[in-house]
């Protein structure tokens, strides 16, 4: 597969991963997702789940199943934001590396083909994703409060690269927002 395919995720989403609705999941036929944690879920400092995120993995896991995969390597962390949202999950997983993510896919007893990976990277959790297969949603990472006024330099990075390889990454010809349903 070609670098550009391989950094193309299949759906850009407008603002954050809470913007990722049933009917949007339906609509492509999803049954399961595998999440990112770290400024896709929660802010990168943050111990806990917020009670929007906690609202919407109830209202998601009426659609479809849910699997933490983080590259993070604290237990503390992660597993705490996994148990407050009562979800499985695996740390270390090391993106784009696949073996935890294959892993949980497993573990949801799913086809790879309606198994979404969704994350904040295009460099891990797209480039992950799409090597397994999976249909892919970028979303734009939640950011600490304090965090919220710098430019994400890496994340920036990665979508200059991308691009300069062929992917589309540019918002306006790929985004999906809530409205277009």
Same mark, same amino acid.
């Given at each position: 597969?070609?670098?550009?395919?391989?950094?193309?995720?299949?759906?850009?989403?407008?603002?954050?991963?809470?913007?990722?609705?049933?009917?949007?999941?339906?609509?492509?036929?999803?049954?399961?997702?595998?999440?990112?944690?770290?400024?896709?879920?929660?802010?990168?400092?943050?111990?806990?789940?917020?009670v929007e995120l906690r609202q919407w993995v109830k209202q998601i896991r009426?659609?479809?199943?849910?699997?933490?995969?983080?590259?993070?390597?604290?237990?503390?962390?992660?597993?705490?934001?996994?148990?407050?949202?009562?979800?499985?999950?695996y740390l270390g997983a090391a993106k784009p590396s696949r073996r935890k993510?294959?892993?949980?896919?497993?573990?949801? %007893? *799913?086809? +790879?083909?309606?198994?979404? !990976?969704? @994350?904040?990277?295009?460099?891990?959790?797209?480039?992950?994703?799409?090597? #397994?297969?999976?249909?892919?949603?970028?979303?734009?990472?939640?950011?600490?409060?304090?965090?919220?006024?710098?430019?994400?330099?890496?994340? %920036? *990075?990665? +979508?200059?690269?991308?691009? !300069?390889? @062929?992917?589309?990454?540019?918002?306006?010809?790929?985004?999906?927002?809530? #409205?277009?349903?």
């Amino acid at each position: 597969m070609r670098w550009n395919k391989l950094l193309q995720p299949d759906l850009i989403l407008e603002g954050s991963v809470l913007n990722l609705t049933p009917d949007i999941i339906q609509r492509y036929g999803l049954k399961g997702l595998v999440l990112d944690v770290d400024e896709t879920l929660v802010p990168i400092r943050v111990v806990s789940a917020s009670v929007e995120l906690r609202q919407w993995v109830k209202q998601i896991r009426q659609v479809a199943a849910l699997y933490l995969v983080s590259n993070n390597l604290s237990e503390a962390r992660i597993g705490g934001i996994a148990r407050s949202l009562d979800l499985p999950y695996y740390l270390g997983a090391a993106k784009p590396s696949r073996r935890k993510i294959r892993a949980a896919l497993n573990a949801m %007893n *799913l086809p +790879v083909q309606q198994v979404a !990976m969704v @994350g904040d990277r295009l460099f891990t959790d797209v480039l992950a994703g799409n090597r #397994l297969g999976m249909f892919t949603i970028l979303v734009e990472p939640i950011v600490h409060p304090d965090v919220a006024l710098r430019s994400h330099p890496v994340r %920036n *990075l990665e +979508v200059w690269i991308s691009e !300069m390889m @062929g992917a589309s990454i540019t918002p306006k010809k790929r985004r999906f927002t809530t #409205l277009d349903k």
